[in-house]
């Protein structure tokens, strides 16, 4: 969505492209028509704006270092602006526009579309492509860097890459991902670079390497005014005191920033004593959730909130939450918003006034300060250019100082008081902050980017694939051993860690030879005496997208073959390998961990076992991992052949087919493994794995149950939050005005994308149905029964218990079954609207009579739960409504 506070230009820009010549556009004529394009939406050039579109139509480099809310988008605009029209002209290729998320990459795929119309603008991000082949491309820093190793320079005409914009280019300096925003730099020298950044530091290295690498002027564009200037505050008052004079003196929206989701909640938690909004606030908050759906879990807690005048904003949330709080503050109904240091990574919260509750974060090894760049990143979101004449940004002092001035204040001038006062100290083995902490970093600049290149599989394969199988390596084919040799010298490294990059990419080679991947061979160099100079190249054809897409994708195909269609887990089995393809969603592992954990520890105690060996069985207990003793040794096998995985992991883990297996909804799987904080990481999880199942399972695997478990958990995601797979629908055909969709019209207006009707999917419906008989099963093999009675239907507990109860006495304790010969499909009936029933009549018009036989331990078979599902009630719910008609023989 776009704030309100940034005036937004109106219409495409391809009425101000300059008619194609066949020439290079004049750089006058560009200036003139995307000025004119900005003026007419209100958005005049700043001077800075001016001068980097200036160097960037004349052909330099532009290295953009200017503030947080100065512009840079606008800039990107212009250059991309200038590169269409010379690829109209047939005089420049492609210009890439990369970023570190693949959010921010498909928000500015929309944004361009809206600018120069859907044919123009393409998209990759690994599991998207939309486009692929168009003039402007939008890929994650990850794509680039792989496809200018793949390629070099060597791309010509329409298809060469003459412009590469890099948003967030401090990303250089991350220690895992830097190499992809370095790649470019070295591997296209005679491509146009855009480098933009609030944060980037010095600067002169980099444009001297430029220069030099490229023989194209550089121009550093960094001495621009911030529209909202900031000022800054080191605070030693309460944080409830703080926020309620902001409030009260109208610097709000506050953004209280945290360095975990979980303080953050907690301290949305503890505002709730205040009154950060009056009566009338409380009302229009109301009045704009409207019929807002907020589901179980978080969604009750954020509701709280909400309507209290509290935000809460993180990355573990669901998108349609996010977007809601976004929406609020926007339209300056949320006054204070407590969040997480996201707020630096270009999330859309209009704010006036940032208030860091610490200076201190935990950085995945050790708590430590926050650098120069990350504070300037966070601070640098006050301030709303076109609302505020300043932004603030706030420091609060440790707990402990606070407490101890507050005591000060209250002892007053009064000697007796003072002297019994005890200080509080910050508590022991902590990493404290002070005000001296918070000058330096006030007035301290970014720290220079620090080179972090890395050499693995997949860079020195994609360098070899330059010659392609059985090539002759040549001069003019970009010989890869000089590739490389280029790569591993004249990155931005220290010596030391050049020369470890030497003794890696040899250990790589020699793996990819004992895998008769590649061969030496000889080329032909008439410079030497011997008329000849040695090489590698490849003995095998490499898949065209191997680094570009998920890396595991091939292997789940061939390991489809490992499976019987036949065996009655297959459809379990299938959804196995594919998520054993995909990203750990950690979080929820995790909580599988835990709870696998604590029921170990209560069987253990059971059986008597001393504290001391319960902690060490405990080492063994982890998440199920289904299939893992199948998949990993046939993935060594795998790799064995296909080296280009060996930077990848395999992951066996059950997250889905846990879900399948025990029926259970998303609001179950939240519930049950302590997940409220971190919706949004389950759903991503489940989205991705929607996906994967629907482009990575071959047709012969695709049996009708495969098909239901896919249909099915694509209901799921949708029902749960539809955005995540409308976005992937969308941007297989975006539209003009693709980018207004979220800011304006009924979507807008009703917080969400209108929920398809739950039945709407017979099949995903009909697994739904599956998922809640299977449920009941489950439950009464374990005689469970006031969850049974829980659960609705007409039955309670004790109904059930009365119904059931011969059974067991009959076959025991492990009377009802629930393997997978429980899971049979002959087990389930369905009988729909207006067919006979088995005991005579017919099936009730928006009804589906449903009997799900139980397998019992002695095999008869003839026991089953009954039940009447209403269609329409179903469909006002969003889940399966049914009635219980009978529990017994058949």
Request: with cysteine; charged share 25%.
């Given at each position: 969505?776009?704030?309100?506070a940034?005036?937004?230009?109106?219409?495409?820009?391809?009425?101000?492209?300059?008619?194609?010549?066949?020439?290079?556009?004049?750089?006058?004529?560009?200036?003139?028509?995307?000025?004119?394009?900005?003026?007419?939406?209100?958005?005049?050039?700043?001077?800075?704006?001016?001068?980097a579109?200036?160097?960037?139509?004349?052909g330099?480099?532009?290295?953009?270092?200017?503030?947080?809310?100065?512009?840079?988008?606008?800039?990107?605009?212009?250059?991309?602006?200038?590169?269409?029209?010379?690829?109209?002209?047939?005089?420049?290729?492609?210009?890439?526009?990369?970023?570190?998320?693949?959010a921010?990459?498909?928000?500015?795929?929309?944004?361009?579309?809206?600018?120069?119309?859907?044919?123009?603008?393409?998209?990759?991000?690994?599991?998207?492509?939309?486009?692929?082949?168009?003039?402007?491309?939008?890929?994650?820093?990850?794509?680039?860097?792989?496809?200018?190793?793949?390629?070099?320079?060597?791309?010509?005409?329409?298809?060469?890459?003459?412009?590469?914009?890099?948003?967030?280019?401090?990303?250089?300096?991350?220690?895992?991902?830097?190499?992809?925003?370095?790649?470019?730099?070295?591997?296209?020298?005679?491509?146009?670079?855009?480098?933009?950044?609030?944060?980037?530091?010095?600067?002169s290295?980099?444009?001297?390497?430029?220069?030099?690498?490229?023989?194209?002027?550089?121009?550093?564009?960094?001495?621009?005014?911030?529209?909202?200037?900031?000022?800054?505050?080191y605070?030693?008052?309460?944080?409830?005191?703080?926020?309620?004079?902001?409030?009260q003196?109208?610097?709000?929206?506050?953004?209280?920033?945290?360095?975990?989701?979980?303080?953050?909640?907690?301290?949305?938690?503890?505002?709730?004593?205040?009154?950060?909004?009056?009566?009338?606030?409380?009302?229009?908050?109301?009045?704009?959730?409207?019929?807002?759906?907020?589901?179980?879990?978080?969604?009750?807690?954020?509701?709280?909130?909400?309507?209290?005048?509290?935000?809460?904003?993180?990355?573990?949330?669901l998108?349609?939450?996010?977007?809601l709080?976004?929406?609020?503050?926007?339209?300056?109904?949320?006054k204070?918003?407590?969040?997480?240091?996201?707020?630096?990574?270009?999330?859309?919260?209009?704010?006036?006034?940032?208030?860091?509750?610490?200076?201190?974060k935990?950085?995945?090894?050790?708590?430590?300060?926050?650098?120069?760049?990350?504070?300037?990143?966070?601070a640098?979101?006050?301030?709303?250019?076109?609302?505020?004449?300043?932004?603030?940004?706030?420091?609060?002092?440790?707990?402990?100082?606070?407490?101890?001035r507050?005591?000060?204040?209250?002892?007053?001038?009064?000697?007796?008081?003072?002297?019994?006062?005890?200080?509080?100290?910050?508590?022991?083995?902590?990493?404290?902050?002070?005000?001296?902490?918070?000058?330096?970093?006030?007035?301290a600049?970014?720290?220079?980017?620090?080179?972090?290149?890395?050499?693995t599989?997949?860079?020195?394969?994609?360098?070899?694939?330059?010659a392609?199988?059985?090539?002759?390596?040549?001069?003019?084919?970009?010989?890869?051993?000089?590739?490389?040799?280029?790569?591993?010298?004249?990155?931005?490294?220290?010596?030391?860690?050049?020369?470890?990059?030497v003794?890696?990419?040899?250990?790589?080679?020699?793996?990819?030879?004992?895998?008769?991947?590649?061969?030496?061979?000889?080329?032909?160099?008439?410079?030497?005496?011997?008329?000849?100079?040695?090489?590698?190249?490849?003995?095998?054809?490499?898949?065209?997208?191997?680094?570009?897409n998920?890396?595991?994708?091939p292997?789940?195909?061939?390991?489809?073959?490992?499976?019987?269609?036949?065996?009655?887990?297959?459809?379990?089995?299938?959804?196995?390998?594919?998520?054993?393809?995909?990203?750990d969603?950690?979080?929820?592992?995790?909580?599988?961990?835990?709870?696998?954990?604590?029921?170990?520890?209560?069987?253990?105690?059971?059986e008597?076992?001393?504290?001391?060996?319960?902690?060490?069985?405990?080492?063994?207990?982890?998440?199920?991992q289904?299939?893992?003793d199948?998949?990993?040794?046939a993935f060594?096998?795998?790799?064995?052949?296909?080296?280009w995985?060996?930077?990848?992991?395999?992951?066996?883990?059950?997250?889905?087919?846990?879900?399948?297996?025990?029926?259970?909804?998303?609001?179950?799987?939240?519930?049950?493994?302590?997940?409220?904080?971190?919706?949004?990481?389950?759903?991503?999880?489940?989205?991705?794995?929607?996906?994967?199942?629907?482009?990575?399972?071959?047709?012969?695997?695709?049996?009708?149950?495969?098909?239901?478990?896919?249909?099915?958990?694509?209901?799921?995601?949708?029902?749960?939050?539809?955005?995540?797979?409308?976005?992937?629908?969308?941007?297989?055909?975006?539209?003009?005005?693709?980018?207004?969709?979220?800011?304006?019209?009924?979507l807008?207006?009703?917080?969400?994308?209108?929920?398809?009707?739950?039945?709407?999917?017979?099949?995903?419906?009909?697994?739904?149905?599956?998922?809640?008989?299977?449920?009941?099963?489950?439950?009464?093999?374990?005689?469970?029964?006031?969850?049974?009675?829980?659960?609705?239907?007409?039955?309670?507990?004790?109904?059930?218990?009365?119904?059931?109860?011969?059974l067991?006495?009959?076959?025991?304790?492990?009377?009802?079954?629930?393997?997978?010969?429980?899971?049979a499909?002959?087990?389930?009936?369905?009988?729909?609207?207006?067919?006979?029933?088995p005991?005579?009549?017919?099936?009730?018009?928006?009804?589906?009579?449903?009997?799900?036989?139980?397998?019992?331990?002695?095999?008869?078979?003839?026991?089953?739960?009954?039940?009447?599902?209403?269609?329409?009630?179903?469909?006002?719910?969003?889940?399966?409504?049914?009635?219980?008609?009978?529990?017994?023989?058949?």
């Open positions: 969505m776009t704030s309100p940034t005036p937004k230009p109106a219409g495409t820009l391809v009425p101000y492209l300059p008619a194609p010549t066949g020439k290079d556009p004049d750089p006058d004529v560009l200036f003139e028509g995307f000025s004119q394009w900005a003026s007419a939406g209100g958005r005049d050039l700043y001077p800075h704006q001016s001068e579109l200036i160097e960037l139509v004349s330099s480099h532009v290295i953009l270092a200017t503030p947080t809310g100065s512009g840079k988008s606008m800039v990107a605009m212009g250059a991309q602006f200038a590169a269409l029209a010379a690829f109209r002209s047939g005089r420049g290729g492609r210009t890439y526009y990369t970023a570190p998320l693949k921010l990459v498909s928000e500015k795929f929309f944004d361009l579309v809206a600018a120069f119309g859907s044919k123009n603008v393409g998209m990759t991000t690994g599991d998207s492509s939309v486009n692929p082949d168009a003039p402007i491309i939008c890929c994650t820093a990850e794509i680039l860097a792989n496809v200018a190793l793949r390629d070099g320079g060597a791309r010509t005409g329409e298809d060469a890459i003459t412009q590469v914009v890099m948003d967030e280019f401090h990303f250089y300096g991350d220690p895992q991902r830097g190499w992809a925003w370095q790649v470019p730099l070295l591997e296209l020298p005679r491509t146009q670079l855009l480098l933009m950044s609030a944060t980037l530091g010095d600067t290295r980099l444009a001297e390497d430029l220069e030099k690498r490229s023989g194209r002027p550089v121009a550093e564009v960094t001495g621009a005014e911030r529209p909202v200037p900031l000022t800054f505050s605070v030693v008052e309460p944080l409830t005191e703080v926020i309620d004079e902001l409030v003196t109208r610097r709000a929206p506050v953004y209280v920033v945290h360095f975990t989701q979980k303080d953050a909640v907690e301290r949305a938690q503890a505002l709730l004593s205040m009154n950060v909004a009056s009566k009338a606030d409380k009302e229009a908050i109301a009045a704009e959730i409207g019929a807002f759906r907020f589901g179980t879990g978080f969604g009750k807690t954020l509701s709280k909130f909400l309507r209290h005048g509290v935000g809460v904003h993180h990355a573990g949330m998108p349609k939450y996010r977007r709080v976004e929406r609020l503050t926007q339209q300056g109904l949320l204070v918003v407590c969040g997480t240091d996201t707020l630096g990574v270009g999330i859309n919260v209009p704010i006036r006034t940032v208030l860091l509750t610490s200076l201190v935990f950085d995945g090894e050790r708590m430590r300060h926050l650098t120069a760049r990350e504070f300037h990143q966070i640098g979101r006050a301030g709303r250019a076109g609302f505020d004449t300043v932004g603030e940004v706030l420091v609060m002092a440790p707990d402990h100082v606070i407490e101890n507050k005591a000060l204040e209250k002892a007053g001038d009064d000697p007796k008081k003072l002297k019994k006062i005890v200080r509080k100290k910050a508590p022991q083995g902590s990493v404290n902050w002070t005000d001296s902490t918070f000058e330096r970093l006030r007035d600049d970014p720290e220079p980017l620090t080179s972090n290149f890395r050499v599989h997949a860079m020195v394969l994609n360098v070899l694939a330059r392609g199988r059985g090539g002759s390596p040549s001069a003019t084919d970009h010989d890869p051993v000089d590739a490389m040799r280029h790569l591993l010298t004249a990155n931005h490294d220290t010596d030391g860690k050049k020369a470890e990059h003794r890696q990419a040899f250990r790589i080679y020699r793996s990819l030879r004992v895998a008769g991947v590649v061969e030496k061979v000889r080329v032909p160099d008439a410079t030497r005496p011997q008329g000849w100079r040695p090489s590698v190249r490849l003995t095998v054809d490499l898949p065209r997208d191997f680094a570009l998920q890396p595991l994708s292997f789940a195909l061939a390991a489809m073959d490992l499976l019987g269609v036949e065996s009655p887990t297959h459809a379990l089995d299938v959804v196995s390998i594919i998520e054993a393809t995909l990203d969603p950690r979080q929820v592992l995790l909580g599988q961990q835990n709870k696998a954990r604590g029921g170990a520890v209560a069987a253990m105690k059971a008597g076992l001393e504290y001391e060996e319960r902690m060490a069985l405990l080492e063994d207990v982890t998440w199920p289904p299939l893992a199948l998949l990993e040794p060594r096998t795998y790799r064995a052949g296909n080296p995985v060996a930077d990848a992991e395999l992951s066996p883990k059950s997250v889905v087919r846990d879900m399948v297996e025990h029926a259970m909804t998303f609001a179950e799987v939240v519930s049950v493994y302590g997940l409220e904080r971190t919706e949004g990481v389950v759903l991503r999880y489940l989205a991705d794995a929607y996906r994967a199942l629907r482009q990575v399972v071959p047709e012969e695997h695709r049996t009708e149950e495969v098909q239901e478990v896919v249909e099915w958990l694509g209901e799921l995601v949708r029902g749960v939050d539809s955005s995540l797979l409308d976005e992937w629908e969308r941007l297989a055909n975006p539209v003009d005005d693709d980018a207004d969709m979220l800011t304006s019209g009924p807008a207006e009703a917080g969400e994308a209108p929920a398809r009707p739950v039945t709407g999917n017979p099949r995903a419906f009909r697994r739904l149905v599956r998922n809640a008989l299977f449920r009941r099963v489950e439950l009464a093999s374990r005689e469970a029964y006031d969850i049974l009675g829980a659960l609705g239907g007409g039955w309670s507990g004790d109904d059930w218990a009365e119904a059931l109860d011969p067991f006495e009959e076959q025991g304790d492990d009377a009802i079954g629930i393997g997978p010969a429980a899971r499909s002959g087990l389930l009936a369905f009988i729909e609207p207006g067919a006979e029933l005991h005579g009549g017919r099936v009730e018009p928006g009804t589906w009579w449903v009997r799900q036989v139980l397998d019992d331990r002695d095999g008869n078979r003839d026991w089953a739960v009954t039940v009447l599902v209403d269609l329409a009630a179903s469909d006002e719910a969003g889940e399966v409504v049914l009635t219980v008609l009978g529990v017994g023989q058949i």
